[in-house]
């Protein structure tokens, strides 16, 4: 790993760089106090992080920041400051992958870089990483969109009517999962349920991140790369409710019920990233793969040299969000994944399967119900509650196309 530490508290960079010397002895690291010697640092070196303060003599920490994504876009940008106001901080969000506070320990400074260096052994998470660090924003469906700003711009909107649709959204969840991860809050445990991160981040400081700084953005065109976006937002929603569904049934704990649905959500996230990426010609393997999800993900590992379940768990790592929630996004089409013990990607896959329209008899051989999946010891009693009559008001969520 090369990491590159920006900072004017010499003694912090110095404490910072013997830490990481004495701890990871093969990394490199190197400092220094100017915004401005980074950038040329930049230009010269290859580093795989950028950490750097905000306030700073000459160029600050956004200027630096943005210097940074326009000329190393592959770079991992984070922000350690102390004293940066969240004025700052949201206008330059769309910059950084991830903000923290100081003061920050040695042994939380190591976890967090360890954390971004985990994987990256792994081709394939490699090339995900290549291609989503750049990445700025992840677009809202056009519909959700527009009511968002409609109830942002309108008034004072309750906590709930905003967070009922975020959860519908894959661009507004991981937005706001990033802010609400990186913002400095000071939170002991990351946070995973969408109605909590609304809730702690406030609707003031959502509006403000969105109708002043445009945190948010709509998608362009429904069908990038012939991905139909309004089918795909409605396939992630209906799995995220199954995901909530089922947990419920299992009697898992509120917040890894809450967990569930957000990986339900996001884990076709990957799919939209490479369909609005111009230069990988996504429909290529939509063509080729039609509906088998089986055929696509192997077309895009022999295509891209990673599939978009990476491309998806990578941006959710580089954003803060939780790693068990990256786990699973990464994990939900491998039966041979990087996190046996999780007895959640197993009811993942099952409520990815079933949101497809399969019944527990339907044929396998289109890669939705493995034979490995019917094995599950709870595949028939989650077909049961699946197929039981669902209680008066409840439903499936739908979207406006």
Not at 14 to 34: A, C, F, M, N, Y
Not at 219 to 224: C, F, K, N, V, Y
Request: charge should be negative; proline fraction near 5%; include cysteine.
């Amino acid at each position: 790993m090369r990491i590159l530490l920006v900072d004017d508290e010499v003694r912090l960079l110095g404490g910072l760089r013997r830490s990481l010397r004495l701890e990871r002895p093969d990394w490199q690291v190197d400092i220094t106090v100017s915004g401005a010697e980074a950038v040329q640092l930049l230009q010269e070196k290859s580093y795989d992080i950028l950490v750097t303060d905000m306030l700073m003599p000459g160029m600050d920490g956004a200027t630096l920041l943005k210097e940074a994504l326009q000329t190393v876009p592959g770079t991992v940008r984070i922000i350690l400051s102390g004293h940066a106001g969240r004025a700052l901080i949201q206008s330059c969000e769309s910059y950084y992958h991830q903000f923290h506070a100081k003061p920050v320990s040695p042994q939380q400074f190591l976890a967090l870089l360890d954390t971004l260096a985990s994987g990256l052994e792994r081709p394939e998470t490699l090339r995900a990483r290549r291609l989503v660090a750049g990445l700025q924003r992840v677009p809202s469906l056009p519909a959700l969109h527009q009511e968002l700003s409609r109830l942002l711009g309108g008034g004072h909107p309750s906590v709930e009517e905003v967070a009922d649709l975020v959860s519908l959204d894959l661009g507004m969840s991981t937005k706001i999962l990033k802010l609400v991860n990186s913002s400095g809050l000071g939170l002991a445990q990351k946070v995973t349920d969408l109605r909590e991160a609304v809730h702690l981040l406030s609707v003031d400081l959502l509006s403000f991140a969105v109708l002043e700084h445009g945190a948010l953005e709509s998608a362009e065109s429904i069908l990038p790369s012939g991905l139909d976006l309004a089918e795909l937002w409605e396939h992630s929603a209906t799995v995220a409710h199954i995901m909530r569904t089922l947990a419920l049934s299992e009697n898992l704990e509120p917040g890894v019920v809450a967990l569930a649905y957000t990986a339900g959500l996001l884990h076709d996230l990957g799919r939209v990233l490479m369909a609005l990426n111009p230069d990988l010609d996504y429909q290529r393997v939509l063509d080729q793969a039609g509906s088998d999800q089986r055929e696509a993900v192997a077309l895009e590992l022999s295509t891209y040299g990673t599939t978009h379940a990476d491309v998806g768990a990578e941006l959710l790592k580089l954003w803060g969000l939780d790693e068990r929630v990256c786990t699973l996004v990464r994990s939900h089409h491998h039966s041979a994944c990087s996190s046996p013990d999780d007895d959640l990607l197993p009811l993942l896959r099952f409520a990815d399967a079933w949101s497809s329209g399969l019944s527990p008899d339907s044929p396998y051989s289109d890669g939705h119900f493995e034979e490995a999946d019917r094995r599950q010891p709870n595949f028939s009693r989650w077909a049961g509650v699946m197929m039981a009559p669902l209680p008066q008001g409840s439903s499936c969520p739908r979207h406006p196309s």
